[in-house]
């Protein structure tokens, strides 16, 4: 859910987005990034930013597009006009024109922080992981106290496998603001990558105590169940994350391999069915139905 949200007042905010019991409760562990059952490459949908998101297309459209460049024209002085429009192209899938125009707004100003993040998530749409990272740490010289960047900079050094850059990243855009709850998921899911998982529990738990209404962190901590054995707890956390998106199909797919491990067959081969077909790649998804299919 690492999302990205686009703000034309402030940085391109990343939202900040699974054979027998033991073999597959393995897979779903490998799924989860679980050390010793690793690394999840979710994202948060509520303010952090681990995953970058689909193209908007309306704010990218070329109707919204042409009205922003007549602001330009009639301001070319204008950074924030730059930064505006950067935000559209960004938002309408367009990261190498956002670039253009946030490095016009870094011309007219080069204090702009809030530009300087906006790059820094335009870059890491294109995999300029080592770029993204330069860009936000322009903008956390420039204000230290602006969580956003702390959150896209620790997002791009995740990424990276920079663990450790991470983490004191994600700490830090903590202390800035605690009461944000993609804040914990990016950290709970560094803590994770280094076998933290006690760690990891505890800050998802917190993201969900701040949030309870994304389904991205109810997923990840039910993984973490698993690999601590708790099966039932998984299963309370994958229908807390479906409870808040019934379209989150690895959610259904976790849920139904539980289900089987719990003996509910019936219901699992449901769960996996759908889980597979909301997200069709997923091996996962695919092999639980034929096996459960089959045994029928």
Not at 233 to 241: H, K, R, S, T, V
Request: glycine share 12%.
């Amino acid at each position: 859910m690492s999302l990205a949200a686009f703000d034309s007042r402030s940085p391109l905010r990343p939202r900040a987005a699974s054979g027998g019991v033991v073999p597959m409760l393995a897979a779903l562990c490998v799924i989860a990034g679980l050390a010793g059952c690793g690394q999840v490459n979710g994202g948060y949908g509520g303010g952090t930013g681990v995953t970058p998101t689909t193209a908007d297309a309306g704010a990218g459209s070329q109707a919204n597009i042409a009205s922003l460049t007549e602001v330009i024209q009639a301001n070319p002085n204008d950074a924030n006009a730059y930064n505006i429009r950067g935000t559209a192209h960004a938002r309408g899938g367009d990261a190498r024109a956002a670039i253009a125009d946030f490095d016009h707004a870094l011309k007219l100003d080069p204090n702009f922080h809030q530009a300087w993040a906006n790059k820094g998530l335009a870059y890491r749409r294109i995999g300029r992981l080592d770029l993204a990272v330069e860009a936000y740490s322009r903008a956390i010289a420039i204000k230290p106290d602006y969580d956003p960047a702390y959150l896209g900079r620790g997002a791009a050094r995740r990424q990276l496998g920079q663990f450790d850059g991470a983490l004191a990243d994600f700490s830090e855009a903590i202390r800035i603001n605690p009461r944000n709850p993609g804040a914990y998921h990016d950290r709970a899911l560094t803590r994770q990558s280094q076998g933290d998982k006690a760690g990891a529990m505890t800050d998802y738990s917190a993201a969900i105590e701040r949030d309870a209404s994304a389904p991205e962190p109810f997923n990840a901590r039910g993984m973490l169940k698993v690999a601590n054995g708790d099966l039932r707890g998984a299963l309370d956390d994958f229908n807390g994350a479906l409870n808040n998106d019934l379209y989150f199909g690895e959610a259904w797919i976790n849920r139904g391999i539980v289900e089987e491990q719990l003996g509910d067959r019936k219901d699992a081969l449901a769960s996996c069915q759908r889980g597979a077909a909301l997200v069709p790649t997923s091996k996962l998804g695919q092999d639980c139905v034929q096996r459960l299919a089959g045994a029928r």
